[in-house]
């Protein structure tokens, strides 16, 4: 006997409630930190996005989220002229998330050169090879050198392309980390006039055919549970979404409290739905595999789907 459990399912989502509600608050705190260095308020801002921090950090949130609040910490510091603080700032941004940039616009030109120099000294070593020796290596278009290869790059994603003899050529796109070390072996593969591989006739099915496709109905109804959730979620954040620009621009101090805590709560209640939507989903991936796979109900010979009462809910025992 096989059991799936549908308290345990609600389990999983309310455990994810609080860290959901949480990350909202990180967010919500992330933009009034920018908002306040918008308007010149440093010491503000930077209370804001140190108090973002620290619920981020709590939430367990995204290492994305985190990346952007270090890197918003990193904007104010280097505003208010301490740099060392504000290095350290992006380092971390870069830790978090690797692919974080600061899009032009974000800060002053001096800033955004103090960022592009940390990523470039915070990066690591990459090493190329190849099936084939002396391939040219490029490295996000510019040449490199031939194989074997090896040198630092910055920290980001890189394109890495090998070609020899303009006849070969094998291409990768790779993330290096804070520090990290990446190896490259590059599989030359003929660019043109390569004869096509010949088909291999499928092997032939072992076991006795299932007599007749079965509507997977557990799993059904679990994912399409998880998808209303999350289509409630993508509502009340595209909301949570128009309610924020409406924020930033209205200059009614009454409307301006009603906007920030109408954004604060469409925020909570769109990363609670992701939440259940993603204890859903993994549910869903749960029951496919005990209840509703073709090879679980193989050799199954007698089957009983029962409901009842249970400590958390309801409980789905399914026989088989």
């Known amino acids: 006997m096989r059991a799936v459990s549908v308290g345990a399912v609600l389990m999983v989502a309310l455990t994810l409630l609080p860290l959901a509600a949480a990350a909202a608050d990180a967010e919500t705190t992330l933009q009034e930190g920018i908002v306040a260095l918008r308007v010149g308020k440093f010491r503000e801002s930077l209370k804001h996005l140190d108090r973002a921090l620290g619920q981020a950090t709590a939430a367990r949130a995204d290492r994305t989220l985190l990346g952007r609040v270090q890197k918003q910490r990193g904007i104010v510091l280097a505003v208010v002229k301490r740099m060392d603080e504000a290095e350290q700032a992006f380092i971390e941004a870069l830790k978090h998330d690797p692919l974080v940039v600061l899009e032009r616009g974000e800060a002053k030109s001096s800033i955004m050169s103090l960022f592009e120099g940390v990523r470039q000294r915070s990066g690591g070593r990459l090493e190329v090879t190849a099936d084939r020796p002396g391939a040219e290596v490029r490295i996000n278009g ?140 993994v549910a869903a991936v749960v029951v496919y595999f005990l209840v509703d796979r073709p090879a679980a109900r193989a050799d199954r010979k007698e089957a009983a789907v029962r409901l009842r009462p249970g400590p958390l809910g309801v409980d789905l025992t399914v026989r088989f």
């Open 142 to 281: 510019r040449p490199r050198g031939l194989t074997p290869y090896a040198g630092k790059v910055a920290v980001g994603r890189h394109r890495v392309m090998l070609t020899l003899g303009g006849r070969y050529r094998y291409e990768a796109t790779v993330v290096m980390q804070v520090a990290g070390k990446l190896k490259v072996t590059g599989k030359l593969e003929v660019v043109s006039g390569a004869p096509a591989a010949r088909g291999k006739k499928p092997p032939a099915a072992h076991g006795r055919a299932d007599s007749g496709w079965r509507l997977p109905v557990w799993t059904l109804v679990t994912g399409g549970v998880a998808l209303a959730a999350l289509g409630v979620g993508l509502g009340m954040g595209a909301s949570a979404s128009s309610a924020y620009d409406e924020w930033e621009t209205t200059t009614d101090p009454a409307r301006f409290d009603e906007l920030k805590d109408t954004v604060h709560q469409r925020e909570t209640l769109a990363n609670v739905m992701f939440g259940v939507a993603g204890g859903l989903a």
